[in-house]
């Protein structure tokens, strides 16, 4: 039997030259809405399994307003290892990015709270010790949202500049970004209204963001998850936050091995 998820699509052509030219696309209908009533279902149990104790909004900085973040949870649970590990996705992932083969870095859910603040501008793969590798990022929401709930935003065309320095996600790498975005001309565009299953596929060196979640009653719950070409080789961390993701995502491996530790099976083919 054909397992949940395992139906492939084609990604046009268009759409991956599009993904290549400005770092990033949307995929309308990559779930149905029945896949995802149950994934989301799973992911929320999983969440709640992971979460942390969380101070209220009003008492956290600018990162921990802007979402609840749990990470690996296809690690926590079989189900949403289905999910984060689906065929399809990785396909998708490996069509964008013109690669025969792709690796999971880690899953994440992402739970923008009602009144949750912005997310700033930022590089994902200022975090990855993943020099030089292509990174894509799928963000798919889990239920309809509407762009004051936060959808993406994305400075199009940013992600040819590469690596801008080691920026965490804070109101420094906002104010950077920013000026930087200005004195390149990066045309900025955010995503519209998404139905649950639904992605945008981002590559990891597109400056991206979001707005704060302005719905007084509905979290922005979204998973994501991360691909990589499944023959990358770990580059020596230059940074805190590189050394930090090497010993978490690559655990027992060093700069110079290649980047497949058993929490980094092939996702596709
Ligand atoms: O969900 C958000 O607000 C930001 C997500 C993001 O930056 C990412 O998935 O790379």
New binding site residues.
Partial sequence: MTKALDRLIDVDPATIERYQNEGWTLVTGLATSDEIANYRMKIAQSTDRLAKNYKPLEERDTYGK??IQNMNLWVDDPEVAEYSLAKRFGKVAADLMGVSSVRIYHD?A?Y?EPGGG??PW?Q?QQYWPLDGVKCV?M?MPLVDITPDM?T?KFAVGSQTIGYQGPLN?SDDSEAQLESLIHSNGFEVVQVGSMQAGDATF?DGWCI???PGNGSTTTT?E?M?V?FYDADAVISQPDSPQRENDLATWFPGLKGGDAAASRINPVVYP
């Fill in positions: 802007a979402f994440q992402l923008k912005p997310t930022h994902d990022t963000w936060g993406l996600i981002h991206h963001g979001a922005r979204v994501t991360i």
